[in-house]
């Protein structure tokens, strides 16, 4: 069986990616745009990793930076669903179509 | 060294009573505010007698010329280290006379005013513009540089316009006091420009200065000032000229007249107080100040000299006319500063040439004592029968006896009775003119006579001529009080005596006592035109009878055109109305309006027309941005591969 070369995994990555942006920009459900925001980030992961063992198999650089986008998601799901309880306690919703006071 | 704090405080407590007045008047003083503004005044007054007294006698004259002293200049705007604007005091014969001047008649007026304005809703306002007033002019007066004299000229403008507009609910005077504003916010135009002349031209704005430097012949200022010249007119004579229009303007010459009989919808004490004694020879008083350099421009004095004689017998052809007392007595004004004004022109400067310089001032100086007499005079009849108007009146001699007598007194003065004040100036001056012009001398001798005719027209008519048909609201006052009659006694005892001040051996045109000599054929000819106006004026006017219609009626054209005083109103309507405002003013309010206006209406609605397209960009959804953002990254994304590469 063959090993997937890099475009295979880029390719991979891209789906991810808009994937993750077509769910930001349907979906109304604040959690599901969360997720979608994760996948966003995962599709830039998987790009580091490919790119660190076909390219630069020697170095480490594109791992480590993917341990630390990994911890920073984290901190950001614990933000975002801060932020997202705090909307439902004005709102009674968690649909984002709810909260659109901020405008002209 | 002189003392310089009470000098000071003669300018400065004018100012404080205006402070106190305005600030505290209407609350917490109101009643004492005549008194207190009286009270501050009166201090000011002996401190100005007391410098006069010590400047003339104590002082006395060094080497045979009186000193010019500065005995207080500092830097009050110091641009760069060669052009500064200095404030100051300053002391010479001059200044020190017309500090006598100003602050008697406004003393007098303070205590007139006391008992004449009670029960006037803005009584302690009236006193806080008087004292400003006061405070204006004494600082005119006082003023070191020309630039000085400039601010407290305006001053005294905005306080003459308040005080002209006292009655503000009463439209004619809120028109007056716009008028003689305008009038003379329009001739200080010229004033401003002559300053910069002036001050361009010898490089320096300090009186002492300037008048050294414009009038040395050897000098390069004078010789620059003298050799550029503008339409075939040398520098120094624009300069001076427009100083001179600045002065007519304030001293109500032909044709900036226009202003001072209107100027008489203000309370009558002002009237005596700006309008005859103070404010309008201020212009006088400018041309004196810088009367050296005038004398060396023999254009500027001819000018003064003919706009200042044409002024006199103009202003006492329409004083014969006039109905309304107070515009009589504006109109006589007008004439004797006109007289002063001729007097200035015709004299030369130094010596024995200084003739007119000194009968100028000496006439301004019996001229301040007899009008301010005539005007509180006037207040007081007008007081009496509630009216302006002669047809009111008559008959008053023995319901008003000292009014009557002061008034009287103040006529004979004004007219050259001999052994009254206005007797000696007067005839100084026409010596003056004598000695120079003989055309403007006859011209001055036939106004002298008219002047006499129609203050005793005025004098008849108030106080003769039929019996006084008085009305039921005359019961319950008199003549006035001790306050209204004690400032005519004093001002007629002043009109009387001032006379016999030898007046030249204090203020002459070089500071060096002038002996004037009293020729007693020479005043025969005044004496006997006066004698004969005042005959004149008794025939016609002394009973009530028909000689005046009938030749009213036979100088038809000529009494209606003075009547309508010469159609120079009209005039000066004609020339806004139909042709400043039509062609130019409605003009420029259209550029004004479509082209200037409309540029920037347009920036204004086409900013609001754009935003009101795209605030819909703003609309609240986070995942709209979100798009936007995800666009804009693409785009920068084919920007960075295809075109900038």
Known sequence: ?104 | MFETISIASIVMLPLLGFVLLALFGRKYIRRFSGILGTLLMLASTVFALYTAWHYFFVMGPVNGAYQTLLPLQFNWLEFSPGLSIDMGLLLDPLSVMMLVVVTVVSLMVHLFSIAYMRGEERYPTYFAHLSLFTFSMLGLVLSTNIFQIYIFWELVGVSSFLLIGFYFDKPSAVAASKKAFIVTRFADLGFLIGILILSFQSGTLDFTTLIQRLTSPEGNEFKNAISSSFIGVSALTWGLVLVFIGGAGKSAMFPLHIWLPDAMEGPTPVSALIHAATMVVAGVYLVARLFPVFSVSSPAMDLITYVGIFSALFAAIIACTQTDIKRVLAYSTMSQIGFMMFSLGSSGYGDEAGLGYTASMFHLFTHAMFKALLFLGAGAVIHYVHSIEMKDMGGLRRLMPVTHLCFLIGCMAIAGVPLLSGFFSKEEILLAAYQSNKAVYWVALFTSGLTAFYMFRLYFSIFWNKNYLSHSSDQHHGEGGALVLLPLIILAVGAAGAGYIPFGKYVSSDGRPLETEFHLLFSIAPVSFALVGILLAFWLYKNKNERPEAIAATFKGLYHAAYRKFYIDELYLFITKKIVFPLIGRPSAWFDKNIVDGLVNATGNSTQWISAKIKGLQSGKVQEYAIYFLAGVIGLLFVFLYVIK
Request: proline share 2%.
């Open chain 1, 1 to 104: 069986m063959e090993t997937p070369g890099l475009y295979h995994i880029l390719f991979i990555s891209t789906a991810l990616f808009f994937i993750g942006a077509y769910g930001f920009f349907t979906r109304r459900n604040l959690i599901t745009m969360l997720m979608s925001i994760e996948l966003i980030l995962n599709s830039v992961n998987l790009n580091f990793i490919a790119f660190n063992k076909y390219v630069w198999p020697a170095k480490l650089d594109g791992v480590f930076f993917t341990i630390f986008i990994i911890a920073i998601a984290a901190a950001e799901a614990a933000v975002a669903i801060a932020i997202i309880i705090n909307l439902y306690r004005s709102h009674k919703s968690i649909d984002v179509e709810k909260a659109e006071e901020m405008k002209y």
